[in-house]
């Protein structure tokens, strides 16, 4: 039989990772869970260090040259015990509150979160799973709620996209 693997690189049963089927959970925070319905995570490049090196120059690794975020946006509910807006809001108000001027402590507003990432087309595994990727952050609060635009001419759901900080990220699992 011929090896078919030299033009389809992929085995005939597998597939590709779908981006559509994934949850932010957001420690004390679920509704944010709920309704997520982008996430976009920046991930930190490294510095390189040039070091003379016989005729040349060689690169060493250096220091990550940049801060853990990601961007979110989130669904309004209505007919739901969770308010999106309302939870954002708060959470961003324990960062700093416009109405007094406190700045909090960074345990009072820093929370732990998982993105988790779902093989749809997978067989689950014993637990009844079927995730793929398992992303672990620390330290996450929200640094900016973006413009909220509303519109009479527009009669679409309303979305709320937020910037967040992490002082970690890191994959926690592959399956």
């Known amino acids: 039989m011929r090896n078919r693997n030299i033009y389809?690189?992929?085995d005939i049963r597998s597939d590709f990772v779908r981006k559509n089927a994934f949850e932010l959970i957001v420690?004390?925070?679920?509704?944010?869970?709920i309704l997520c319905r982008t996430l976009t995570i920046t991930m930190p490049a490294t510095?390189?260090?040039?070091?003379?090196?016989i005729?040349?120059?060689?690169?060493?690794?250096?220091r990550v040259n940049q801060q853990y975020t990601f961007t979110a946006t989130f669904l309004d509910g209505v007919d739901n015990p969770y308010d999106t807006l309302q939870d954002l809001y708060r959470w961003r108000n324990l960062v700093f509150d416009h109405n007094t001027g406190r700045i909090s402590?960074?345990?009072?507003?820093?929370?732990?979160?998982?993105?988790?990432?779902?093989?749809?087309?997978?067989?689950?595994?014993?637990?009844?799973?079927?995730?793929?990727?398992?992303?672990?952050?620390?330290?996450v609060w929200p640094t900016n709620i973006e413009s909220i635009t509303l519109s009479v001419e527009d009669?679409?759901?309303?979305?709320?996209?937020?910037?967040?900080?992490?002082?970690?990220l890191w994959i926690n699992n592959f399956s």
Do not use: C, R
């Open 8 to 10: 389809h690189p992929i």
């Open 27 to 33: 420690a004390g925070q679920e509704p944010l869970h």
């Open 47 to 53: 510095n390189n260090v040039p070091v003379p090196w």
């Open 55 to 62: 005729s040349g120059i060689m690169q060493l690794a250096g």
């Open 105 to 139: 402590l960074a345990h009072e507003y820093k929370k732990e979160a998982t993105i988790n990432v779902y093989d749809i087309t997978a067989d689950m595994d014993d637990t009844g799973s079927s995730l793929q990727y398992e992303f672990k952050l620390s330290g």
């Open 155 to 168: 009669d679409t759901v309303l979305e709320i996209s937020a910037m967040f900080a992490a002082d970690k």
